[in-house]
């Protein structure tokens, strides 16, 4: 579910998001919110995005080993600080991009 919400996420970075900090209808391009024209908006979300769906694919992998002896005691605790940061990523990444629909003047219509 992870890795499907971080292609979501990537997708909708180039086809929706980017618009809005560019305030251009035409302009998508998902490298350019990286530069010092969009004030480096870019790493402020691709860093919570791509931390967030690490630990949410490695949420999945990990439970491939729950039968694992050794990692019995270890694993669900590890699992649900995995969790927890990927829910935490997902939720700034969220928080960061509505914050240009929510507080810009810049509106698409049609």
Known sequence: MSATLLVWSIVSIVSHISVYFYELPTHHCPFCLLQAEYHHIGYALYVP???????GIGVGVLSRYRDLTSLKRILPEMQRKLA?????GYL??????SYP??????????
């Open 84 to 88: 927890m940061v990927s829910l935490a």
């Open 101 to 110: 629909m929510i507080f810009s003047d810049f509106r698409l219509d049609g």
């Open 92 to 97: 700034l990444f969220a928080a960061i991009s």
């Open 49 to 55: 995005l791509l931390v967030a769906g690490t630990c």
